[in-house]
């Protein structure tokens, strides 16, 4: 499905939902597909980018930013706690916050060099244990520790269960949010991201829609 498709489709959910034409931040999620996949995208003017790998984002958006002005990267996947200075360098938003050593991290390395992305704190809305996010009833405490290190502090972000209906995650999410007077939802993916938009979202990631199945490939 072409980029205009999807962002036709986006448009349509927000006027569906009686929400404001560009509510919602459509962010391309790259990993893991060729360079000339990212590139088409690129020179069709989209600008909003998804990684899930610090390393992976650095082998090639260093390269993509001498050629093409005003890229915003967001890393959507877990971050290691010695990866957080490289990050910072690289991303304008980081949806993977859910431990306190990493905040305190982001912290003073934000201190240090005088700023730091974006950042979403993610939710493990499904308590699932191989699932990287802080639980729901820990959430409120998480982001008064976030905004105590005067973090900027977005919102918040989740994946779903694959096995289950993700409404009630959605759900979840947009109350969490609500209660932490947060604006921020960062959920939904290439298959529910208009149920996410009714919901409430403001970023949906979308990656195999636009770009097709992932194929790593170096060109």
Same mark, same amino acid.
């Given at each position: 499905?072409?980029?205009?498709?999807?962002?036709?489709?986006?448009?349509?959910?927000?006027?569906?939902?009686?929400?404001?034409?560009?509510?919602?931040?459509?962010?391309?999620?790259?990993?893991?597909?060729?360079?000339?996949?990212?590139?088409?995208?690129?020179?069709?003017?989209?600008?909003?980018?998804?990684?899930?790998?610090?390393?992976?984002?650095?082998?090639?958006?260093?390269?993509?930013?001498?050629?093409?002005?005003?890229? &915003? =990267?967001?890393?959507?996947?877990? @971050?290691?706690?010695?990866?957080?200075?490289?990050?910072? /360098?690289?991303?304008?938003? +980081?949806?993977?916050?859910?431990?306190?050593?990493?905040?305190?991290?982001?912290?003073?390395?934000?201190?240090?060099?005088?700023?730091?992305?974006?950042?979403?704190?993610?939710?493990?809305?499904?308590?699932?244990?191989?699932?990287?996010?802080?639980?729901?009833?820990?959430?409120?405490?998480?982001?008064?520790?976030?905004?105590?290190?005067?973090?900027?502090?977005?919102?918040?972000?989740?994946?779903?269960?694959?096995?289950?209906?993700?409404?009630?995650?959605?759900?979840?999410?947009? &109350? =969490?949010?609500?209660?932490?007077? @947060?604006?921020?939802?960062?959920?939904?993916?290439?298959? /529910?991201?208009?149920?996410? +938009?009714?919901?409430?979202?403001?970023?949906?990631?979308?990656?195999?829609?636009?770009?097709?199945?992932?194929?790593?490939?170096?060109?």
């Amino acid at each position: 499905m072409a980029l205009s498709d999807i962002k036709t489709r986006i448009a349509q959910a927000e006027q569906a939902a009686g929400r404001a034409a560009g509510a919602v931040q459509l962010i391309a999620v790259s990993k893991v597909q060729p360079n000339a996949r990212v590139r088409n995208v690129l020179e069709q003017g989209h600008r909003i980018f998804g990684e899930n790998r610090v390393q992976e984002a650095a082998s090639k958006w260093p390269d993509f930013r001498e050629q093409f002005d005003g890229i &915003d =990267l967001h890393l959507i996947g877990p @971050l290691q706690t010695n990866k957080t200075r490289q990050a910072m /360098d690289l991303f304008q938003s +980081i949806h993977s916050v859910d431990r306190p050593k990493l905040a305190k991290t982001l912290a003073r390395l934000a201190q240090e060099t005088g700023g730091c992305p974006d950042i979403f704190i993610q939710v493990n809305t499904g308590e699932e244990p191989q699932k990287a996010g802080v639980l729901p009833a820990d959430t409120e405490a998480f982001v008064a520790d976030c905004r105590a290190l005067e973090l900027p502090l977005c919102g918040l972000m989740c994946i779903p269960p694959v096995d289950q209906d993700a409404t009630p995650h959605f759900a979840m999410l947009a &109350d =969490l949010a609500a209660r932490n007077d @947060l604006t921020g939802l960062s959920m939904g993916m290439s298959s /529910d991201f208009e149920t996410a +938009i009714a919901m409430g979202a403001t970023h949906v990631r979308v990656g195999s829609a636009i770009f097709g199945e992932r194929t790593p490939d170096t060109a």
